[in-house]
């Protein structure tokens, strides 16, 4: 079985800012990782995902996240952080044989002080 | 291109009703996902479709949940008798292919509430 787990559930931080938020997940299997993001009262949209290759990878909106196999994570990372960034951040796993859904975590609402 | 549809986006519905959520998907997209997201929670999955076939409802309750996507028009969610428990969003999502490698587009989400 597959699960996937976000430690912060919320996340303030100043404008201009760093950013890290975490993700672990846990697979008896190989999977893909995925970050998406939900603005208030949409759908979600995918920010970045990790496929193979290169473990950085680099999404939308100056958002990047490594794939780290030894500790099973993919944080999502953003250098600088601006006020639109606020909003809730899920992590998602899908198995890379056999079923097709995404397997999400608890999300991690990030917001940014002016 | 239009991106995945869903409605209605707000539905309210009394104990023992009927709800029938609708998604179309974006246009080439024969592969259909729904999702559930409950009330500080992530999005856990229901069920996948493919034009006229059921591929995988693991995730789908065994009772008064069903689901289709006929060869014409949209997938529907199909809720019979609701309980105030069914409160949630219900998210649609397609892709072009199969595989756990596709992105998955969502839909903006249709938000039950049961009083």
């Known amino acids: 079985a597959q699960s996937v787990t976000q430690l912060d559930s919320q996340v303030p931080v100043f404008e201009e800012a760093p950013v890290e938020l975490r993700c672990n997940y846990s697979?008896?299997?190989?999977?893909?990782l995925f970050w998406y993001v939900q603005y208030p009262n949409q759908g979600l949209q995918l920010l970045l995902k990790y496929l193979s290759g290169s473990t950085l990878v680099k999404g939308i909106n100056g958002f990047e996240a490594e794939f780290n196999k030894s500790q099973t994570s993919f944080h999502l990372r953003k250098p600088s952080v601006h006020i639109s960034d606020t909003a809730e951040y899920f992590c998602?796993?899908?198995?890379?044989?056999?079923?097709?859904?995404?397997?999400f975590g608890t999300g991690t609402r990030l917001t940014v002080i002016p | 291109n239009a991106g995945v549809m869903q409605n209605p986006r707000h539905l309210v519905r009394r104990r023992g009703q009927e709800a029938r959520l609708r998604c179309s998907p974006m246009k080439g997209h024969s592969h259909v996902y729904w999702y559930r997201q409950l009330p500080e929670e992530g999005l856990k999955f229901m069920v996948y479709?493919?034009?006229?076939?059921?591929?995988?409802e693991s995730g789908m309750p065994k009772e008064r949940f069903s689901a289709e996507f006929p060869k014409e028009g949209p997938s529907i969610l199909r809720i019979q008798q609701v309980v105030r428990g069914d409160s949630a969003a219900y998210f649609c999502?397609?892709?072009?292919?199969?595989?756990?490698?596709?992105?998955?587009?969502f839909g903006p989400g249709t938000r039950l509430l049961v009083l």
């Open positions: 998602a796993v899908s198995v890379q044989t056999g079923a097709n859904n995404l397997f």
């Open positions: 999502a397609s892709s072009p292919f199969k595989g756990g490698q596709e992105t998955q587009y």
């Open positions: 479709l493919q034009k006229e076939n059921i591929i995988d």
């Open positions: 697979s008896s299997v190989s999977v893909y």
